[in-house]
């Protein structure tokens, strides 16, 4: 066992005893080989049924960069470019002035579409034709590529039907022949999961006292916050959210249904080879890893960088060459294209920050 590996145990461990997390899973990629694989604590609660590796959780946004990365497949291929227009692909989008908004202004979040109507139901957001005619609608709140703002529901289902107009196929489809298959992990990267396979996936459970703050927090935000106006709050991820079968069953290529290993995978193989895979050029890699949006971000207010796709750097702003998507909750992932280190962390307790996550890739990036 190497010394990386006996660290990121303890410190997972002590997370699990001392109850600040449930269940963890924690696996490391340097050059393309598995150097860190942790798992701790439980699963289902009700059960005691235990992490192991192939466990899936859902960890929301982290799934964006599987997303981000079929998109990049076909661009390399290419069905579309990133300055294609989105209506040129799919013309119902063009309605309200979005005739110009282009792909690459959806993955990097300067598109000025991050908001879905606030009567959206969670039906809706498992409805794809439904939530996607409903996007199509929308009218832009800025003009696109102007500003940066989160698109964090709209994000996965502009580029989902960008894909299955370009293809002829579902997402979901796409990332299981050409991402899942090809790493060996379909049983463990999905947007939509079959519920045949619901048994394998870890039970959220949210923060003690996270309702509680997050009615103090709702209380005290302003009306016009641009927030609350990007989705109905009903629909903030938690873990009641995550543990719905519908949701579950959906594709919402916002999120994803994953484990550690298999997200630590996909950034090893965009990284370089993983058992003669990889997934995007040198060429592409340098390219979608460069920031392309910075600023304030217009639905959160805080300070941005996005490539296309991955947001730039660690949880504590460290490391411009990271590149990852975090997930709410505190679930992370990400790649280091001056290390060459991937980092997939999953978790079950819903928290309302990234500590966790940021005293890993501290212990992570550190011994790099």
Known sequence: MSELQQQVQKVVDELVDSGAERGVQVVVYQGGEQVVDVVAGVADPATGRPVDPGTVFYNFSIGKAATSTV????????????????????????????????????????????GIPLDTTVEDLCDWDRICAAIAA????????????????????????????????????????EVAGPLGVTGELWFGMPPSEHHRLARLEDEPGAAEQAAQMLASMPPDLPMLRSAPMALFPNAEFGNRPDTLAADIPAGG???????????????????GVRLLTPERLAEVTAVSSSGTDEVFGMPTRWGLGYAIGLPDGSRDTAFGTGGVGGSFAFGDTASGLAFGLTK???????????????????AA
């Open 138 to 177: 929308a009218e832009l709140w800025w003009e696109p590529g102007t500003k940066v703002g989160y698109h964090a529901y709209t994000f996965g289902y502009i580029l989902g039907e960008v894909v299955r107009r370009a293809t002829g196929k579902r997402i979901s489809q796409v990332l299981a022949e």
């Open 71 to 114: 998109v990049h497949l076909l661009v390399e291929r290419g069905l579309f470019g990133y300055d294609t227009p989105v209506a040129e692909l799919w013309p119902e989008f063009a309605a309200n002035g979005k005739q110009a908004v282009t792909v690459r202004q959806v993955l990097d979040h300067t598109a000025g579409v991050p």
């Open 257 to 275: 249904k994953v484990s550690a290993r298999a997200i630590a995978r996909l950034y090893a193989a965009l990284l370089g080879e993983v058992d």
């Open 348 to 366: 079950n307790r819903v928290s309302n920050d990234f500590a966790t996550a940021t005293r890993l890739t501290q212990l992570v990036t550190g």
